[in-house]
């Protein structure tokens, strides 16, 4: 059983037992047993014993935010949210091989140059390898200081004696944790791991990047609540296929979620787009069926991309839908609906869609897009080269408007098209000179642009 603690309700001090005056502060008659901070068996509860009151500030604190840390690498500042903020954890994900490494060496190299102390633990690679791929990539010069370690009391001991603005760890799965009785990767290390460097990074201002691999799925590995633990949580995607490689935020404590950052892979590494609408549409060739142009929103970024898709008669008694780019479940949805609400049947028919350059698009503003190929494709009739669509569909073959309209037909027009297909309702092209052609719902969306309906 816990021993009664007494307190003095005048200056605080703690006492074992009960006296008439205090002698912290000479006052008579202020000290009382204290009363427990939780009833229950000693073993699980908190008990009597109390700790340190928390300091409390008000929402009006004239305190002025640390400022944020810029690499100079632009797509990378964005996804960020403007920059990286100090005491901050961040978790990057991405598929093997994808770049993951190549594009934080070289934001370590780029932050350190900015004059930011940047310290870089490998726990999969050791040092001379990470110095041959910097040599690789022209950063032998870069004030970083590499280490490659996996023990993770160590690494905090290495760090709180060094000092560094930023450390970014590759990767989380190869850390281990002497007080936890399991291997490294196993979802005890990696949870113990992850809390360890979240809470140096917020008791010492340091700002943490760790590296995490992917299931199969492409979630990242281990316990979800790691994603819970850490500020922000970047995805790091791409075709192997293709040489775009996208950067996107899924969560961010500090800025817009959903913030894209477009990479190019080259043989220096790589090398960031400033204009990814201009680059997705950069292998599009003479407008054929199937073929039609989506204003699409990342973020805060417009981005067009060429939405492909292909019909063609099934040998088959279940008709194929392959899907690359975009969710499965909603092709199956517009497939129906343009089968209840506009007559037009696809049993029989084998399904393509893919999103031209290795995107991955989420929107349902894709709706209307992707319809428009579908029904291209069956009609065998291509849509106008110079035109853009956005718009969700309802299950009841009502056309619901994008948000951001203004944005979307402002992009358009900067990349030469001159005219755009969108819902009624929506805000009109404020500024810009894009013909708007405004169908009410998908069957006079029909109607009007295959002639059937």
Known sequence: MAKPSFSCSA???SFTKWSGRCEGCGEWNTISQDAGLSVGPAKTSLGAKRGRAVTLTDLASDETPPPRACS????LDRVLGGG???ASAILVGGDPGIGKSTLLLQAAAAFARKGLKTLYVSGEEASAQVRMRARRLGLADAPVQLAAET???DILTTLEAEKPGLVIIDSIQTMWADNVDSAPGSVSQVRASAHELTTFAKRTGVSVIMVGHVTKDGQ???PRVVEHMVDTVLYFEGERGHQFRILRSVKNRFGAADEIGVFEMTGAGLAEVTNPSALFLSERGTPSPGSVVFAGIEGTRPVLVELQALVAPSPHSQPRRT???WDGGRLAMILAVLEARCGIPFAGLDVYLNVAGGLKISEPAADLAVAAALLSAR???????DTVVFGEISLSGALRPASQTENRLKEAQKLGFTSAIAPAGGKTAVGTDIA???PSDLVGFVGEFFGAG
């Not at 100079?72 to 797509?75: A, C, H, N, Q």
């Not at 009609?379 to 080269?385: I, K, N, T």
Request: aromatic letters at 0%; glycine letters at 14%.
């Open 151 to 153: 023990n993770l009391r």
């Open 323 to 325: 899907v690359v780019g």
């Open 436 to 438: 708007l052609k405004r």
């Open 11 to 13: 200056c605080g001090a």
């Open 379 to 385: 009609e065998d009739q291509a849509l106008p080269a």
């Open 220 to 222: 990242i590995a281990g």
């Open 84 to 86: 990286l903020v100090p």
């Open 72 to 75: 100079g690498i632009d797509e």
